[in-house]
DNA sequence: GTTAGCACTCTCTTCGATAGAGTGCTAACC
DNA sequence: GGTTAGCACTCTATCGAAGAGAGTGCTAAC
């Protein structure tokens, strides 16, 4: 069959009311709101050959028409309306970046926070990675005796601690050394791919502290594997309980559970780094079997063109995509040319 | 009117199969299985006293009983038996805080993990608060030609990073130095008391430096006042949706909102800091009105004399409070341990 | 191809009846 | 005087029937 004009009208139509109103359309609605210029009797032929095409589900015979997943798809896809955000909301966003760009979870948290109140979704970010930025520096920081903190700092900003045993009485000139032929050596490099080259030259001039290179790769690829290596963010995630969808208590358990162990979305969210431009997932193009209600909007942010993380917003598969998909894309680029401006500086 | 032993068994009996069973008590329910050796009636009589005395509540005419906040709270005070965990549960304990004593963040992790495993209530934990416990270490890792991290360590393991500007082309050494001198003056200070000698001492000792010294001094009020200073860390939020008093989204969304926007419960939770022993908060005794159907039992950790931070479990006012204030009492106590070690090394 | 008309289906709400749980009161009992 | 059996009473929860309402699909006419 095929879906002529009038056909893509009318699922256009049906998408945007059931996003507005949570509530199955019926083809009177479609026919008066929607001014088609046909009767409702005409609108119901059209729902007919919609829901045979498989892009409309019916709850029970009385009641009006649903977007399937693949109405969604083909809404998302083909039929939806780029909309601009306002001069006012895109004002906002880049105000707060102008402010801050030092401290990465004050950044973070803030993106959070314009994700959430611009959409009322629920909104996540993925930080930084630390294996897939370089090193820029690693410190040792004396503590006691025989105690030192051992601060990495990546390109991107990212920074970690870790406490680590020095050989008891060690000078601290002597730590400022080792910190320095360890960045030396380390500085550009990231942690998932260190050289062997590089860690041979360390055990060569590091020769008299072998521990302490043993303990620094040790916790380097500790920080790697931990999950604050890619953190993931949440933020907003009680807006989920105020749509209708979700007033079941088990369907908002199953959802507010995703959060509880963070890391099950950190699959789902980072499932297109790399690539450019907002991608939607609806509904059971999630891989999460707990997702299937939901639609997921997300974007890559960069450094220059290396991928930095992923922002996106999560909602009921009944989001309004228009919006979700002009936020994510604003929010995208200005985190994109923050991150490119550090690298630079 | 007298509370008689009966009375005091009844009533004890009462919130127990309150706690049990989500539901009303009747009189039957009483008179059966808890042997009293009385008929209903005689229990009816003694409900209606109870009653009368606030101690018990009736939903409706012909439900059974539950418990008013001021049942609970006799029957905390003077009517709970005191129960010991289990020798297994003890050694569980005990052997997670023999592993990993080292990170803060990963020991506060498994504090909530254990919270929340062996009572399925909500977790709560105050971390170190950076303001109270004395400064150990100030490190100035450097990092561009112009800027360098600012590394905060204090007694009791807590880490803070922040970027701060140097002037550009200084040399490692120097920073070395500063950090040398900084931490000389600063160690075993707290950062909500920084004597005005030291601070002065600063100033002349790194004439040369204003301009780090007064970033330093700026860096470590913005620590104090950030709400990394004194973290509260929450785990196991989504057990309250388990709680049948709580299958009420709007109820459920109360309190998860407290854990959105964690702050508002800090003030609840250290209210008792500094207070040795377990304390129970019952319903309305709580400052927040969305607690009032839910109690706090919490517990101050210390090093040495020195209050640390706090461990609490949050539930429903129909929790096992035996139970719960065991655990409560039992981590705290071994975390305290913990806490006083380190210091001592 | 479009539309009016209509019978039909399904859900949701309302209402009344009923069962069940539990109470309070009274009168008898020990 | 405390205790208890008996009983009427109250309130809730559940179930089914009835009716309203929304929306459909089909048919026949335009």
């Known amino acids: ?86 001069l006012d909301e895109l004002r906002q966003i880049r105000e707060i970046y102008e402010r801050r760009t030092q401290e990465i979870e004050a950044l973070i948290q803030e993106t959070i926070k314009v994700l959430c109140d611009t959409t009322n979704y629920m909104a996540l970010v993925l930080g930084p990675g630390v294996s897939a930025t370089p090193v820029k520096r690693i410190g040792l920081v004396p503590m006691t005796e025989k105690s030192a903190v051992l601060v990495l700092v990546t390109e991107a900003g990212f920074v970690a601690n870790r406490l680590l045993e020095v050989p008891e009485g060690i000078r601290e000139e002597d730590l400022y050394h080792i910190s320095g032929v360890l960045s030396h050596h380390l500085q550009g490099l990231t942690l998932d791919r260190l050289s062997l080259t590089a860690i041979r030259e360390l055990y060569n001039e590091l020769a008299r502290y072998r521990s302490i290179v043993e303990q620094t790769l040790e916790i380097l690829s500790g920080i790697c594997a931990s999950q604050e290596s890619e953190r993931v963010w949440v933020g907003g995630a009680l807006r989920i309980l105020d749509q209708p969808e979700f007033r079941d208590i088990d369907k908002a358990k199953a959802i507010l559970g995703l959060i509880e162990d963070v890391n099950l979305l950190r699959e789902s969210v980072s499932n297109f780094r790399g690539k450019s431009g907002v991608q939607v997932t609806i509904g059971v193009e999630n891989d999460l079997e707990d997702l299937k209600d939901c639609s997921l909007v997300s974007a890559t942010y960069w450094m220059g063109s290396k991928p930095v993380g992923t922002v996106a917003l999560l909602g009921p598969k009944r989001m309004n995509y228009s919006k979700a998909v002009a936020v994510v894309e604003v929010v995208e680029e200005t985190l994109s040319e923050v991150f490119t401006k550090v690298v630079g500086a």
């Not at 256009?12 to 026919?31: K, Q």
């Open 1 to 86: 069959m095929k879906l002529d004009e009038r056909k893509r009208l009318v699922l256009r139509a049906i998408v945007e009311d059931y996003i507005a109103s949570a509530l199955p359309v019926g083809s009177r609605t479609i026919a008066r709101k929607y001014r088609l210029g046909v009767s409702p009797a005409t609108i119901r032929n059209e729902m007919a050959d919609l829901e045979e095409m498989g892009l409309l589900e019916q709850p029970h015979t009385s009641a009006g028409r649903i977007p399937s997943d693949k109405g969604y798809r083909l809404y998302v896809d083909t039929l939806m309306q780029r909309i601009n955000l306002s």
